[in-house]
Protein backbone atom coordinates (compact mmCIF):
# COMPACT_ATOMS: atom_id res chain seq x y z
CA UNK A 1 0.00 0.00 0.00
CA UNK A 2 1.50 3.74 -0.91
CA UNK A 3 -1.08 6.11 -0.23
CA UNK A 4 -2.72 8.45 -2.39
CA UNK A 5 -2.30 12.13 -0.96
CA UNK A 6 -5.07 14.53 -2.46
CA UNK A 7 -5.27 18.06 -1.83
CA UNK A 8 -9.01 19.00 -1.72
CA UNK A 9 -8.37 23.01 -2.60
CA UNK A 10 -9.87 25.82 -3.53
CA UNK A 11 -8.89 29.68 -2.73
CA UNK A 12 -13.18 30.24 -2.81
CA UNK A 13 -15.09 29.61 0.44
CA UNK A 14 -18.09 27.75 0.74
CA UNK A 15 -17.72 25.18 -2.69
CA UNK A 16 -17.62 22.01 -1.14
CA UNK A 17 -14.12 21.15 -0.02
CA UNK A 18 -15.34 19.51 3.35
CA UNK A 19 -18.36 18.24 2.01
CA UNK A 20 -15.81 16.26 -0.55
CA UNK A 21 -13.30 15.40 1.80
CA UNK A 22 -15.92 13.37 4.16
CA UNK A 23 -18.11 12.34 1.69
CA UNK A 24 -15.33 10.98 -0.63
CA UNK A 25 -13.54 9.58 2.08
CA UNK A 26 -16.82 7.51 3.17
CA UNK A 27 -17.57 6.37 -0.23
CA UNK A 28 -13.83 5.36 -0.63
CA UNK A 29 -14.50 3.17 2.93
CA UNK A 30 -17.04 1.83 1.27
CA UNK A 31 -15.48 0.08 -1.31
CA UNK A 32 -13.11 -1.57 1.51
CA UNK A 33 -10.12 1.07 0.79
CA UNK A 34 -8.12 2.91 4.20
CA UNK A 35 -8.49 6.41 4.42
CA UNK A 36 -7.38 9.48 6.05
CA UNK A 37 -8.94 12.84 5.87
CA UNK A 38 -7.11 15.32 8.05
CA UNK A 39 -8.65 18.95 8.62
CA UNK A 40 -5.97 21.69 7.49
CA UNK A 41 -8.42 24.96 8.08
CA UNK A 42 -7.95 27.10 11.18
CA UNK A 43 -12.17 27.09 10.98
CA UNK A 44 -11.91 23.36 11.69
CA UNK A 45 -15.12 23.12 10.03
CA UNK A 46 -14.56 19.10 9.13
CA UNK A 47 -13.81 18.72 12.94
CA UNK A 48 -16.97 20.19 14.04
CA UNK A 49 -18.51 18.58 11.32
CA UNK A 50 -17.29 15.37 13.35
CA UNK A 51 -17.83 16.42 16.71
CA UNK A 52 -14.29 16.66 17.17
CA UNK A 53 -14.75 20.45 18.97
CA UNK A 54 -11.75 22.76 18.87
CA UNK A 55 -10.78 22.97 22.72
CA UNK A 56 -11.95 20.19 23.45
CA UNK A 57 -9.46 17.32 21.68
CA UNK A 58 -6.02 17.28 22.92
CA UNK A 59 -3.82 16.23 20.03
CA UNK A 60 -4.62 17.60 16.53
CA UNK A 61 -2.56 18.41 12.88
CA UNK A 62 -0.94 21.71 14.51
CA UNK A 63 1.10 19.37 16.85
CA UNK A 64 2.62 18.32 13.60
CA UNK A 65 4.08 21.58 12.61
CA UNK A 66 5.46 22.65 16.24
CA UNK A 67 6.81 19.48 17.38
CA UNK A 68 10.16 20.10 19.24
CA UNK A 69 11.83 17.69 16.81
CA UNK A 70 11.04 19.24 13.94
CA UNK A 71 11.68 22.61 15.94
CA UNK A 72 14.93 21.30 15.92
CA UNK A 73 14.65 20.41 12.25
CA UNK A 74 15.99 16.95 12.73
CA UNK A 75 12.99 15.31 12.50
CA UNK A 76 12.74 11.38 12.49
CA UNK A 77 10.16 9.23 11.20
CA UNK A 78 9.61 7.42 14.33
CA UNK A 79 8.92 10.79 16.29
CA UNK A 80 6.20 12.28 13.43
CA UNK A 81 5.03 8.26 13.14
CA UNK A 82 3.74 8.44 17.53
CA UNK A 83 2.87 11.98 16.91
CA UNK A 84 0.39 10.60 14.63
CA UNK A 85 -0.46 7.92 16.14
CA UNK A 86 -1.75 10.30 19.10
CA UNK A 87 -3.91 13.03 16.15
CA UNK A 88 -5.32 10.21 14.46
CA UNK A 89 -9.33 8.79 15.78
CA UNK A 90 -10.94 6.26 13.51
CA UNK A 91 -14.90 7.55 14.71
CA UNK A 92 -17.21 4.79 14.92
CA UNK A 93 -19.30 3.75 12.10
CA UNK A 94 -17.78 6.15 9.12
CA UNK A 95 -15.28 4.13 7.59
CA UNK A 96 -12.04 6.20 7.47
CA UNK A 97 -9.75 7.70 10.23
CA UNK A 98 -9.56 11.42 10.61
CA UNK A 99 -7.21 13.70 12.54
CA UNK A 100 -8.43 17.12 13.68
CA UNK A 101 -7.33 20.66 13.20
CA UNK A 102 -6.98 23.18 15.89
CA UNK A 103 -8.00 26.82 15.71
CA UNK A 104 -4.29 27.95 16.37
CA UNK A 105 -3.13 26.55 12.69
CA UNK A 106 -4.20 30.16 12.20
CA UNK A 107 -0.84 31.26 13.86
CA UNK A 108 1.30 29.25 11.52
CA UNK A 109 2.47 31.74 9.63
CA UNK A 110 3.70 34.21 12.00
CA UNK A 111 4.62 30.47 14.24
CA UNK A 112 6.75 29.31 11.61
CA UNK A 113 7.96 32.63 9.95
CA UNK A 114 11.88 31.89 10.55
CA UNK A 115 11.43 28.04 9.96
CA UNK A 116 13.72 26.50 7.14
CA UNK A 117 11.76 23.66 5.10
CA UNK A 118 8.71 25.47 6.49
CA UNK A 119 6.95 24.50 3.44
CA UNK A 120 7.74 20.60 3.16
CA UNK A 121 6.87 20.04 6.85
CA UNK A 122 3.53 18.10 6.08
CA UNK A 123 4.88 16.30 3.38
CA UNK A 124 7.87 15.06 5.52
CA UNK A 125 5.48 14.09 8.22
CA UNK A 126 3.29 12.06 6.13
CA UNK A 127 6.03 9.83 4.92
CA UNK A 128 5.24 7.20 7.69
CA UNK A 129 1.69 7.10 6.90
CA UNK A 130 2.19 6.62 3.27
CA UNK A 131 2.07 2.47 3.74
CA UNK A 132 -1.24 2.35 6.02
CA UNK A 133 -3.94 3.75 3.67
CA UNK A 134 -5.09 3.37 0.49
CA UNK A 135 -5.77 7.41 0.03
CA UNK A 136 -5.12 10.62 2.20
CA UNK A 137 -7.28 13.48 1.52
CA UNK A 138 -6.21 16.83 2.81
CA UNK A 139 -9.24 19.49 3.27
CA UNK A 140 -7.49 22.62 2.95
CA UNK A 141 -8.45 26.04 3.88
CA UNK A 142 -9.68 28.76 1.84
CA UNK A 143 -6.63 31.37 1.91
CA UNK A 144 -3.05 31.25 0.47
CA UNK A 145 -0.44 30.75 3.38
CA UNK A 146 1.82 28.20 4.66
CA UNK A 147 -0.92 25.58 5.63
CA UNK A 148 -1.94 25.45 2.05
CA UNK A 149 1.54 25.90 0.24
CA UNK A 150 2.03 22.65 2.89
CA UNK A 151 -0.75 20.79 1.42
CA UNK A 152 0.51 21.30 -1.95
CA UNK A 153 3.47 19.84 -1.72
CA UNK A 154 2.38 17.02 0.44
CA UNK A 155 -0.34 16.16 -2.29
CA UNK A 156 0.24 14.02 -5.28
CA UNK A 157 -2.93 15.95 -6.92
CA UNK A 158 -5.37 18.22 -6.66
CA UNK A 159 -9.21 17.96 -6.01
CA UNK A 160 -10.69 21.11 -7.42
CA UNK A 161 -14.33 21.38 -6.18
CA UNK A 162 -16.10 24.06 -8.50
CA UNK A 163 -19.71 25.35 -7.13
CA UNK A 164 -20.77 25.83 -10.39
CA UNK A 165 -21.44 29.81 -10.50
CA UNK A 166 -19.76 32.43 -12.48
CA UNK A 167 -17.72 33.53 -9.31
CA UNK A 168 -16.20 29.93 -8.96
CA UNK A 169 -14.54 30.49 -12.21
CA UNK A 170 -12.62 33.29 -10.66
CA UNK A 171 -11.59 30.57 -7.66
CA UNK A 172 -10.48 28.24 -10.02
CA UNK A 173 -8.38 30.69 -11.93
CA UNK A 174 -6.45 32.03 -8.41
CA UNK A 175 -5.94 28.51 -7.49
CA UNK A 176 -4.11 27.55 -11.19
CA UNK A 177 -2.10 30.50 -10.39
CA UNK A 178 -1.13 29.52 -6.78
CA UNK A 179 -0.14 25.92 -8.62
CA UNK A 180 1.71 27.41 -11.59
CA UNK A 181 4.23 29.67 -9.05
CA UNK A 182 4.29 26.38 -6.58
CA UNK A 183 4.83 24.33 -9.90
CA UNK A 184 8.59 26.06 -10.49
CA UNK A 185 9.37 24.90 -7.00
CA UNK A 186 8.42 21.15 -7.01
CA UNK A 187 10.49 18.12 -8.29
CA UNK A 188 7.64 17.15 -9.99
CA UNK A 189 4.45 19.57 -11.25
CA UNK A 190 1.13 18.99 -9.11
CA UNK A 191 -2.11 18.00 -11.19
CA UNK A 192 -5.44 18.85 -10.84
CA UNK A 193 -8.85 18.33 -11.27
CA UNK A 194 -11.77 20.00 -11.42
CA UNK A 195 -14.95 18.99 -9.90
CA UNK A 196 -18.39 20.48 -10.56
CA UNK A 197 -20.67 20.99 -7.25
CA UNK A 198 -23.89 22.15 -6.06
CA UNK A 199 -24.99 21.57 -9.84
CA UNK A 200 -28.47 22.33 -10.12
CA UNK A 201 -29.61 21.91 -14.00
CA UNK A 202 -32.66 24.38 -14.24
CA UNK A 203 -30.43 26.73 -13.34
CA UNK A 204 -29.20 28.63 -16.31
CA UNK A 205 -26.05 30.10 -14.56
CA UNK A 206 -25.23 26.48 -13.36
CA UNK A 207 -25.60 24.77 -17.06
CA UNK A 208 -23.42 27.81 -18.65
CA UNK A 209 -20.37 27.59 -16.06
CA UNK A 210 -20.46 23.36 -16.72
CA UNK A 211 -20.43 24.15 -20.58
CA UNK A 212 -17.91 26.82 -19.96
CA UNK A 213 -15.73 24.12 -18.15
CA UNK A 214 -16.51 21.75 -20.61
CA UNK A 215 -15.16 23.63 -22.93
CA UNK A 216 -11.51 24.83 -21.53
CA UNK A 217 -10.73 22.14 -19.52
CA UNK A 218 -12.60 18.94 -20.35
CA UNK A 219 -9.34 16.90 -19.90
CA UNK A 220 -8.90 18.08 -16.29
CA UNK A 221 -12.69 17.84 -15.54
CA UNK A 222 -13.83 14.95 -13.40
CA UNK A 223 -17.05 12.98 -15.44
CA UNK A 224 -18.88 13.21 -12.20
CA UNK A 225 -21.19 15.98 -11.61
CA UNK A 226 -22.58 16.81 -7.43
CA UNK A 227 -25.97 18.05 -7.79
CA UNK A 228 -27.34 20.13 -5.22
CA UNK A 229 -28.87 18.23 -2.09
CA UNK A 230 -30.37 19.72 1.08
CA UNK A 231 -29.14 15.81 2.68
CA UNK A 232 -25.37 17.45 3.06
CA UNK A 233 -26.90 20.11 5.34
CA UNK A 234 -28.65 17.47 7.78
CA UNK A 235 -26.05 14.99 7.70
CA UNK A 236 -23.79 18.01 8.79
CA UNK A 237 -26.31 18.76 11.39
CA UNK A 238 -26.50 15.06 12.80
CA UNK A 239 -22.30 14.91 13.34
CA UNK A 240 -22.20 12.32 10.20
CA UNK A 241 -21.61 11.57 6.15
CA UNK A 242 -24.57 11.69 4.08
CA UNK A 243 -24.06 7.70 3.09
CA UNK A 244 -24.75 7.02 6.70
CA UNK A 245 -27.50 9.92 7.05
CA UNK A 246 -29.55 8.90 3.55
CA UNK A 247 -27.42 6.46 2.07
CA UNK A 248 -29.78 6.19 -1.20
CA UNK A 249 -29.66 10.15 -1.79
CA UNK A 250 -28.48 11.97 -5.02
CA UNK A 251 -25.56 13.07 -3.25
CA UNK A 252 -24.58 9.91 -1.42
CA UNK A 253 -24.95 8.32 -4.75
CA UNK A 254 -23.32 10.75 -6.51
CA UNK A 255 -19.76 10.86 -4.18
CA UNK A 256 -20.24 6.92 -4.64
CA UNK A 257 -19.88 7.95 -8.39
CA UNK A 258 -16.62 9.87 -7.58
CA UNK A 259 -15.07 6.98 -5.44
CA UNK A 260 -15.37 4.70 -8.28
CA UNK A 261 -14.02 7.04 -10.76
CA UNK A 262 -11.40 7.60 -8.34
CA UNK A 263 -10.34 4.36 -8.16
CA UNK A 264 -9.89 3.91 -11.63
CA UNK A 265 -8.12 6.38 -12.45
CA UNK A 266 -5.50 5.54 -9.22
N1 LIG B 1 -23.74 19.48 -3.29
C1 LIG B 1 -24.23 20.23 -2.30
N2 LIG B 1 -25.55 20.52 -2.25
C2 LIG B 1 -26.05 21.31 -1.25
N3 LIG B 1 -25.31 21.83 -0.26
C3 LIG B 1 -23.99 21.58 -0.27
C4 LIG B 1 -23.37 20.78 -1.27
N4 LIG B 1 -22.04 20.69 -1.00
C5 LIG B 1 -21.84 21.43 0.12
N5 LIG B 1 -23.00 21.95 0.56
C6 LIG B 1 -23.19 22.82 1.74
O1 LIG B 1 -22.57 24.08 1.43
C7 LIG B 1 -21.89 24.61 2.58
C8 LIG B 1 -20.42 24.83 2.24
O2 LIG B 1 -19.83 23.57 1.95
P1 LIG B 1 -18.37 23.18 2.48
O3 LIG B 1 -18.24 23.52 3.92
O4 LIG B 1 -18.13 21.79 2.07
O5 LIG B 1 -17.48 24.19 1.62
P2 LIG B 1 -15.93 24.53 1.79
O6 LIG B 1 -15.41 24.79 0.43
O7 LIG B 1 -15.26 23.52 2.60
O8 LIG B 1 -16.01 25.91 2.61
P3 LIG B 1 -14.78 26.69 3.32
O9 LIG B 1 -14.04 27.37 2.23
O10 LIG B 1 -15.47 27.64 4.24
O11 LIG B 1 -13.95 25.66 4.01
C9 LIG B 1 -22.13 23.60 3.70
O12 LIG B 1 -23.20 24.04 4.47
C10 LIG B 1 -22.50 22.30 2.98
O13 LIG B 1 -23.36 21.47 3.74
MG1 LIG C 1 -14.06 23.72 4.34
Redesign the pocket.
Known amino acids: MTAKVFGIA ?1 Q ?9 ALSLAAALGEKGRKVLVMDL ?1 P ?1 C ?1 ASVHLRYYPGTVSHTVYDIFMNEEALADTPSLPDYAQLWNRIINTPEDLGFDFAPAAVQLADLDGDLKNRPGKGNILNQSLECLRDRYDYILL ?1 C ?2 HLGILLVNALVAADMLIV ?1 IQTDFLAVHGLKLLIDTVKILNKALPEPLDFRALP ?2 YDKRAKACTKVLDLLNNKMSDRLFETI ?5 K ?2 EA ?1 AMGTVISKAAPTSR ?1 AQAYKALAEEICTLW
Do not use: A, E, L, Y
Open positions: NKGGVGKTTTDHCDPPPTMIGMDTFRSG
